[in-house]
């Protein structure tokens, strides 16, 4: 039996829990330090199968008002993916008018994962 133990600051909320993750044979058996239930579920999540939500700006086209607009991934996306996202995003425009949710690119970087518009522009 292999054990393994993984340090890690929990990141859901603004506590910043420290937590231990202790893993045999690569199977998550306990999470410790964290105060909250999400620090359990992050800590089991997070040293199995790393995910982010992605956040950035894309250019907007016709409007007078706005020449960026904020953007974030839909869902979470593999962690080992952030790059290709962000690469993705590279060269993609929104048109005027944007509103709060809208698809600015579906599926990006081959994730299944949808990046919507978080403001109105």
Do not use: W
Not at 94 to 117: E, L, M, R, S, Y
Request: charged letters at 20%; one cysteine or more; aromatic letters at 2%.
């Amino acid at each position: 039996m292999a054990t393994e133990t993984r340090e890690l600051t929990c990141i859901n909320c603004p506590l910043g829990c420290q937590l231990t993750v202790t893993m045999v044979d690569g199977e998550v058996t306990s999470v410790t330090g964290n105060i909250c239930k999400r620090g359990e579920v992050y800590g089991r999540k997070e040293v199995t199968n790393p995910t982010r939500i992605v956040t950035t700006t894309v250019p907007v086209v016709g409007s007078k008002t706005e020449h960026m607009v904020s953007v974030k991934t839909a869902s979470d996306v593999p962690k080992d993916k952030m790059f290709e996202v962000v690469a993705a995003l590279a060269g993609v425009t929104a048109q005027a008018p944007v509103a709060i949710g809208d698809v600015i690119c579906a599926d990006v970087a081959g994730t299944g994962v949808d990046v919507v518009a978080t403001k109105s522009a």
